[in-house]
T-cell receptor, first 113, second 116 residues
């Protein structure tokens, strides 16, 4: 089946620094990828839809200048959290649309100290 | 936009019993309804899905039913086992070719505990 690889699985960074998270579709091409944020004991909140070769579509309330998304190829989308602050600490999950449905990455636990 | 409500938020069952989770959706144009299982610290994994042209789908101990008229769908897990303990999410996707129609809207999740 379709596989989505997400790295890193966890990262700790200092406040004010930037962190990049990668999401790769390993065995299929993904023209559309999605980035979610999940707080403890809550559901997945869609942050943005990443479209290959074009600008991402951000959900209402998500700061596009803070959460930079790049989808430069059919197999790779990246999320960069810029100038991270403790309130950005969360579980970030990517997803890619494949021919059958949607496959999710394993998630990235971001802790900003 | 689409709104998906999921109940119950927590569910405790005895091993071997059945578990049922229900979801309702608001957008009558939704045509794809997946269910995901999420274990602690991991991403969601698809366990079963159903499309609007069928009313029921089964895969071993897992089944999903869809009532388009009432706009609700349910997950049924029979003969539950301790490894079924996890958080389960339902989701719905609106049909159409536009990018906005491709995104999933998730329910709030159900924490299932199967007691041995």
């Amino acid at each position: 089946g379709a596989v989505v690889s997400q790295h890193p699985s966890w990262v700790i960074c200092k406040s004010g620094t930037s962190v990049k998270i990668e999401c790769r579709s390993l065995d299929f091409q993904a023209t559309t990828m999605f980035w979610y944020r999940q707080f403890p004991k809550q559901s997945l909140m869609l942050m943005a839809t990443s479209n290959e070769g074009s600008k991402a579509t951000y959900e209402q309330g998500v700061e596009k200048d803070k959460f930079l998304i790049n989808h430069a190829s059919l197999t790779l989308s990246t999320l960069t959290v810029t100038s991270a602050h403790p309130e950005d600490s969360s579980f970030y999950i990517c997803s890619a649309r494949d021919q059958d449905g949607y496959t999710f990455g394993s998630g990235t636990r971001l802790t900003v100290v | 936009g689409e709104n998906v409500e999921q109940h119950p938020s927590t569910l405790s069952v005895q091993e071997g019993d059945s578990a049922v989770i229900k979801c309702t959706y608001s957008d009558s144009a939704s045509n794809y309804f997946p269910w995901y299982k999420q274990e602690l610290g991991k991403g969601p994994q698809l366990i079963i899905d159903i499309r609007s042209n069928v009313g029921e789908k089964k895969d071993q101990r897992i089944a999903v039913t869809l009532n388009k008229t009432a706009k609700h769908f349910s997950l049924h897990i029979t003969e539950t086992q301790p490894e079924d303990s996890a958080v389960y999410f339902c989701a719905a996707r609106r049909g159409g070719i536009k990018a906005a129609g491709n995104k999933l809207t998730f329910g709030g999740g159900t924490r299932v505990l199967v007691k041995p």
